[in-house]
Nanobody, 124 residues
Framework: QVQPVESGGGSVQVGGSLRLSCTAP????????MNWWRQAAGKQREWVSR???????SYAGAVKGRFTISRDKGKDTVYLQMNSLKPEDTAIYSC??????????????????WGQGTQVTVSS
């Protein structure tokens, strides 16, 4: 089972930047993709970005052009570089593997686990 651990959250002012990390041992060996999600207080969890096993990236409209997802296979780590942050980006950010784009269907998909999340707070 791939158990992600997120880090890198914090408090920044509007326009600032943060880089989140998601370390998931087994992520690379199982050819998983990785999704970033976020959940603001009182709101439903929303999808933010994805990187597939072949390196294809995709973004939600609200973050496109501001956020960049990348990975370091050697470290089993996926990053989310967040620039030009806005108050509406305030949320708990979590990562979870996905079998979208390939990878072990059970390990990356149906049996995937959530990380504990990392808080991002953007203040004006």
């Amino acid at each position: 089972q791939v158990q992600p651990v997120e880090s890198g959250g914090g408090s920044v002012q509007v326009g600032g930047s943060l880089r989140l990390s998601c370390t998931a041992p087994g992520f690379t060996s199982n050819s998983c993709g990785m999704n970033w999600w976020r959940q603001a207080a009182g709101k439903q969890r929303e999808w933010v970005s994805r990187i597939t096993t072949d390196g294809t990236t995709s973004y939600a409209g609200a973050v496109k052009g501001r956020f960049t997802i990348s990975r370091d296979k050697g470290k089993d780590t996926v990053y989310l570089q967040m620039n030009s942050l806005k108050p509406e980006d305030t949320a708990i950010y979590s990562c979870k593997t996905t079998a979208i784009g390939g990878g072990n269907v059970e390990t990356c998909g149906s049996k995937a686990s959530w990380g504990q999340g990392t808080q991002v707070t953007v203040s004006s």
